[in-house]
């Protein structure tokens, strides 16, 4: 039997920072934590104060978990943030004193980001025009870092437009910037949706509880079992284009579409889910995208809190639509290269960043013809198919280490099907295959198939819920591989 010595070892072990196992969601370390956190947020639930300092300092250990000493970064980000919007608050601040605060919020914020995430890809196209020998720089990018700059980003441009007060407090808006469910992956949270949250302190009711909880149970299921499960097959065709079939490319380049889409929308799930059981809400984040019938109608959908700050803090900003057609196509591409560029420093996000603001102008253009052709379902389902090929055929590019492997891999699922591969594909993975098909089923159920299965949960006695989440665990269990996966969008 272990020794009181060995045990507090073991549970120092788990509180330090390791960079090979990072806190996650999916992970039975965070549940764990997680399951310690509720019974005391409870107890502080009526005190604003230390119910505040608690979750800042339990977001604080969530981040330093994630990223290690960068929770440093985080707090003093926070500082600066508010301490430059309560000089903007002050009486008799004058419109260039506050200007100037925007700016210097600014430039904190977004160097810090320039330097971590694309400090390397500037240089390395500096050397390679002068055709230098260029050595990266020994960076790590801090995890979550462009998902909490993009909510400093707002919160400091809001304040500036007077759209929401000043945090009243710096650890009302710690609490804000570092919220831990949303803190690494999203959703991307406005200061105008979340203080008021925080003052008006509100308990979450019993069915919020229940939602929140098959919220989670849907954010499981779909990162922890279909993401990580179809993923294994999706790498191999990624890692080595060329070598496999037409059909087996196609089918990684249709599993890839699948997997980005169970991964980070699970992660969205879990992050509202947590969220709601806390009494806090967070906005939808994805909204069935592979429904779209257009591309717009796509980014209407699809990580909505980004699209939507794009579309506040760049689109609009740039003039959007109201400086003529040729303007509002520049600024549709400027806006989607940022997009593309945000996902992560290669040349590879920005073709696919460009590409997508080239699909949005070129839709646009198309509206006055679009709108005279008959509404009808060859229509829709024409609009439909058009639009999943754009989107798919583009998150090659997304995934592929290169440009030129996403190519190969296109080029290899263009051609070489017969009746033969498609049998013995189904023979050595009839499991990818279902998993594949429910998640594709999913997005032609009724659009309110979200609330009537929360309210279908809620509605069911404890054992049975009881008996959903056991399940739902030993699926994780039976899924998973030797290792914990990241969330895909960790890395942004």
């Known amino acids: 039997m272990p020794s009181l010595t060995e045990i507090i070892a073991a549970i120092g072990r788990y509180l330090v920072y390791d960079p090979?196992?990072?806190l996650l969601f999916s992970s039975g370390t965070f549940w764990a934590l997680f399951i310690v956190f509720m019974p005391l947020y409870g107890l502080l639930r009526n005190r604003v104060l230390q119910m505040s300092a608690f979750v800042v300092a339990?977001?604080?250990?969530?981040?330093?978990?994630?990223?290690?000493?960068?929770?440093?970064?985080l707090v003093s980000t926070s500082l600066v943030d508010w301490l430059l919007s309560q000089a903007m608050a002050t009486e008799g601040a004058t419109r260039s004193f506050r200007r100037g605060c925007v700016v210097l919020s600014l430039l904190s914020?977004?160097?810090?980001?320039?330097?971590?995430?694309?400090?390397?890809?500037?240089?390395?196209?500096?050397?390679?025009?002068?055709?230098?020998n260029f050595q990266p720089l020994d960076l790590v990018l801090p995890v979550g870092i462009s998902f909490y700059t993009f909510q400093s980003v707002s919160y400091i441009i809001d304040v500036y437009k007077n759209k929401v007060q000043p945090a009243r407090t710096w650890l009302e808006y710690a609490f804000f910037l570092s919220f831990f469910p949303a803190l690494v992956a999203g959703p991307i949270v406005r200061a105008d949706y979340f203080l008021p949250q925080i003052r008006q302190n509100r308990h979450a009711s019993r069915n919020e509880v229940y939602t929140g909880l098959w919220l989670i149970i849907l954010g499981v299921f779909k990162k922890a079992v279909i993401a990580d499960y179809i993923a294994m097959y999706n790498d191999l065709i990624f890692d080595a284009p060329g070598a496999y079939t037409g059909f087996e490319a196609l089918m990684g380049i249709v599993g890839y579409a699948m997997q980005i889409y169970c991964d980070f929308s699970g992660y969205s799930d879990m992050a509202i889910g947590l969220a709601l059981i806390m009494g806090f809400r967070l906005a939808l984040n994805f909204d069935f995208p592979y429904k779209a019938r257009n591309i717009s109608d796509f980014w209407h959908r699809w990580h909505i809190s980004l699209s939507t700050w794009l579309r506040d803090y760049v689109y609009i900003p740039l003039g959007g639509n109201r400086k003529g057609k040729v303007r509002t196509y520049v600024n549709l591409m400027a806006t989607m290269l940022i997009g593309g560029l945000?996902?992560?420093a290669a040349w590879k996000f920005v073709l696919w960043g460009g590409v997508h603001g080239a699909g949005l102008a070129a839709h646009k253009a198309a509206a006055?013809?679009?709108?005279?052709?008959?509404?009808?379902?060859?229509?829709?389902?024409?609009?439909?198919l058009s639009?999943?090929?754009?989107?798919?055929?583009?998150?090659?590019?997304?995934?592929?280490?290169?440009a030129s492997d996403a190519l190969e891999i296109i080029g290899s699922a263009s051609h070489g099907f017969s009746v033969e591969q498609l049998s013995a594909f189904a023979a050595s993975r009839m499991l990818w295959l279902i998993l594949m098909g429910v998640t594709?089923?999913?997005h032609f159920l009724p659009s309110d198939i979200r609330e009537r299965s929360a309210l279908w949960?809620?509605?069911?006695?404890?054992?049975?819920?009881?008996?959903?989440f056991m399940l739902t665990v030993q699926c994780v269990l039976e899924f998973r591989s030797s290792e914990v996966a990241p969330f895909i969008y960790f890395q942004f």
Request: proline share 5%; net charge positive; with cysteine.
């Open 387 to 402: 639009t999943m090929v754009f989107v798919v055929v583009l998150w090659v590019f997304f995934r592929a280490d290169s």
């Open 342 to 344: 945000w996902h992560g």
């Open 109 to 132: 914020s977004l160097s810090v980001l320039a330097y971590f995430k694309y400090a390397n890809f500037f240089l390395w196209n500096f050397h390679a025009m002068l055709g230098g």
């Open 457 to 468: 949960f809620v509605g069911l006695p404890w054992p049975a819920k009881l008996i959903i």
């Open 58 to 73: 339990f977001s604080l250990f969530f981040y330093y978990k994630c990223s290690g000493w960068f929770a440093l970064l």
């Open 20 to 22: 090979d196992a990072p």
């Open 368 to 384: 006055p013809v679009l709108s005279k052709i008959p509404d009808n379902r060859l229509m829709h389902f024409t609009g439909w």
């Open 440 to 442: 594709i089923v999913s």
